[in-house]
């Protein structure tokens, strides 16, 4: 079929008026489709449904012989230490292990720098006016609005297909109330990028105006592999390291949860930091609590006791993610593959999300009309700071809740929404 931007004003017209034909029949299906949650669907969860069941016949004693289910053992079990320490290429003594969110230990990490400042700070960060946080975009909502709700003004940084422009990077972090950057380097939400090694060094070895710069480095889908065979494709470098090597030691913070490997909301999360960073977290991290819940950390433990059986258990996750991912590939490829150049989209090789970029300015009415037509999608601009996409084209989809029939069907109304948006916008042009 002939592309729209080759069609003439009269072909397109003809094509508006099948299109809206085809939305109100899916109107009339009184659909309720859901693309919104990037959550691992119930399938996924029973996956580690039977983690508890030997707990309490094993014993609760830790490899070495620690009761966990006592006080004590501040930095979690040596157990699940070193699974996170081999995923994230670190020392096990780099490891703090919290408990199930590693958004929470975020917000943690920054509420230390905020009220007590970081170990070059001059003063705590509340008292930096005007301070400024680099933001990726389109990236992590719940990242923007953390630095949002700590009064940061959020800085958007274009992404691309090696992570974030570096050179814009670069030239920012010349401003000293630039304190940080979000950075999710392995298969980053939404877009599924894996940072190069370059993007990585630069980061690394950048010189900031800031000396308490900090990286939020969010290894949150580390080890989320959707393509077969493909275990050492996401392997990015070892951030600790490369900050190390760099002069910079201080620099980045790491996290990383077990919550799209086991349960969301009910695993085990840690973070990583080079010793002088950690033992300045230890210090009020022990005033905060008196340990974590190593209960769970041993369960974690027995049932992924290395990195080798969570790959394993991983594959299984992908094995149920493949054919969703392949459904939202295939039908965009349908409906839309004769009009690339009017939208493009990711077909990422982990992670959790596909980012579809819509003709410019078509977004926002997109997310509401499939609304209208019983589709949940997420609001338009949510990957950006401030929810506010400036080109109003790019929306996060979200196949791994769903069956494949209901994505092929929510993805066929979005389509439609897409082009009858585009022709819209092309015939106003
Ligand atoms: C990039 C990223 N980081 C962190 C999280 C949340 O992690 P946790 O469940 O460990 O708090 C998510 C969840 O979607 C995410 O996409």
Not at 374 to 391: E, R
Request: proline letters at 6%; glycine letters at 6%.
């Amino acid at each position: 079929m002939k592309s729209y931007r080759e069609m003439p004003a009269e072909e397109l017209v003809k094509e508006k008026e099948q299109l809206i034909a085809r939305y109100e029949e899916y109107k009339n299906m009184a659909l309720s489709l859901n693309m919104t949650r990037g959550v691992p669907s119930t399938e996924q969860l029973d996956l580690a449904s039977d983690m508890y069941d030997d707990l309490s016949s094993s014993g609760f004693l830790s490899e070495k012989g620690q009761d966990v289910r006592n006080y004590g053992v501040p930095c979690g079990i040596d157990d699940v230490r070193k699974v996170f320490a081999e995923i994230l290429g670190t020392d096990m003594e780099n490891v703090f292990m919290g408990n199930s969110s590693s958004l929470n230990q975020m917000f943690d990490a920054l509420m230390r720098s905020m009220v007590f400042g970081e170990i070059e700070s001059e003063k705590p960060w509340y008292e930096v006016e005007g301070r400024k946080w680099l933001c990726p975009a389109p990236g992590y909502d719940r990242h923007f609005r953390v630095t949002e709700t700590l009064g940061f003004e959020l800085i958007a940084v274009p992404m691309t297909e090696n992570g974030p422009d570096m050179d814009v990077v670069e030239e920012l972090v010349k401003d000293p109330k630039v304190l940080g950057i979000w950075c999710v380097p392995c298969y980053s939400n939404p877009d599924g990028i894996v940072y190069s090694e370059d993007t990585c060094r630069r980061l690394a070895s950048m010189k900031t105006a800031a000396p308490d710069f900090r990286i939020m480095w969010d290894n949150a889908y580390v080890v989320h592999h959707i393509t077969e065979n493909d275990s050492e494709k996401g392997r990015i470098p070892d951030i600790l390291s490369l900050c190390a090597e760099a002069g910079n030691p201080n620099r980045p913070y790491e996290f990383a949860s077990s919550s799209k490997v086991t349960f969301a909301g009910g695993g085990i999360s840690c973070f990583a930091a080079n010793p002088d960073n950690m033992a300045r977290a230890k210090k009020y991290l022990s005033v905060q609590a008196i340990c974590t819940n190593k209960v769970n950390q041993l369960a974690h433990a027995r049932y992924l006791p290395d990195k080798e059986a969570v790959d394993e258990h991983m594959k299984k996750h992908a094995q149920i993610l493949r054919p969703k991912f392949a459904a939202v590939q295939d039908t965009l490829n349908k409906e839309l593959g004769d009009n690339k150049d009017l939208y493009h989209w990711t077909d990422p090789k982990g992670g959790y999300f596909v980012s579809f970029y819509a003709y410019p300015g078509t977004a926002t009415k997109i997310v509401s009309m499939c609304k209208d037509a019983g589709v949940a999608l997420t609001p338009a601009g949510a990957s950006f700071p401030y929810g506010k996409d400036p080109d109003d084209s790019n929306i996060r989809l979200c196949p791994s809740f769903p069956p494949v029939e209901n994505i092929i069907k929510a993805v066929s109304i979005l389509s439609v929404c897409a082009k009858i948006t585009a022709i819209e916008k092309l015939l106003e042009e």
